[in-house]
């Protein structure tokens, strides 16, 4: 299970995508790094038997269209609703996450999701024992997954 | 809001409710980001709000009574669920008064509700709606 993190974060992506979006194709590829300005980056603290972050980074584009969906409205720009329903859909397939994970007695926690800022981000050159990020397609656009997790010594 | 026939669990009463629900929220999401300037919006928000905390209250609480009645065994995880959304619009709509009608609270609760409910309606209750169909249970409470 530690080894197939990867897999479980794009497979809970996956699941949240079909049920509230209907979008049932996505594909995936592991990445290096992905840093653009036009994105919204959510990130989302996990404790318990493993420890780090996932960060969840959307482009605006992306965002939009998911927003738009959803609602059944058109947004034209992001603003503190749009920032707020994506922030709950990175909260969900991270709660997701948590139910396989327990599925296989890990136990964690997470913490509500936050805007995450690089710049300010003072464990950004941290090392993580599993440190592993994605880009994950689909049809209304590519979101990224950086998932950066300790087991405890 | 789009209600989406997927989403019905097959027990008239709740599929009722949910319905009313998405009704209910996506109306209150055209007012929210309606171009009418703010201060116009505000009664009316106040108005769907506190319509949305009774009635979001007695469709847990249906709900709730038809969970208990099939025995279903996420009950308690479900109910916990129930009661922190209550808690969050309970919360949310006490600090709407308290700062003076402050839009970009408002417009972060409504980004929330958006996706939770869909969440909710979508992946959770569907969860309530298998069990019954696995046990043969299947819309029996009118």
């Known amino acids: 299970m530690m080894d197939n993190i990867y897999s479980v974060f794009v497979d809970a992506t996956q699941r949240v995508f079909s049920l509230m979006l209907n979008i049932s194709e996505i594909s995936d590829h592991p990445i290096k790094s992905f840093r653009c300005d036009d994105e919204i980056d959510i990130a989302i603290d996990i404790v318990g038997d493993l420890n780090g972050k996932v960060i969840y980074r959307f482009p605006v584009s992306t965002s939009l269209n998911m927003v738009n969906i959803m609602s059944g409205m058109q947004f034209q720009a992001v603003d503190v609703f749009v920032t707020s329903a994506i922030s709950e859909i990175a909260n969900i397939i991270s709660g997701n996450v948590l139910t396989v994970l327990e599925e296989s007695n890990i136990k964690c926690d997470i913490s509500p999701p936050v805007l995450y800022k690089p710049d300010e981000d003072r464990e950004e050159n941290r090392e993580y024992e599993l440190q592993t990020s994605c880009c994950i397609g689909t049809t209304i656009g590519e979101i990224y997954l950086d998932i950066r997790l300790n087991r405890p010594s | ?142």
């Open chain 2, 1 to 142: 809001m789009l209600w989406k026939d997927r989403y019905e669990l097959g027990v008239p009463r709740i599929d009722r409710q949910h319905k009313e629900l998405f009704r209910r929220v996506g109306a209150f999401l055209q007012v929210l980001r309606s171009e009418v300037c703010w201060n116009e919006k505000v009664i009316r928000l106040h108005e769907m709000l506190e319509f949305m905390k009774r009635y979001v209250v007695e469709h847990f609480r249906d709900e709730e009574e038809y969970q208990k009645s099939i025995n279903y065994p996420r009950y308690e995880i479900h109910r916990k669920i129930h009661a922190d959304m209550v808690k969050y619009v309970s919360e949310v709509s006490k600090q709407f008064e308290q700062s003076d009608n402050n839009e970009e609270l408002m417009q972060q609760f409504g980004g929330r509700l958006l996706a939770w409910l869909i969440n909710h309606v979508a992946a959770e209750d569907q969860l309530i709606a298998d069990y019954a169909r696995k046990k043969g249970m299947s819309g029996n409470d009118g």
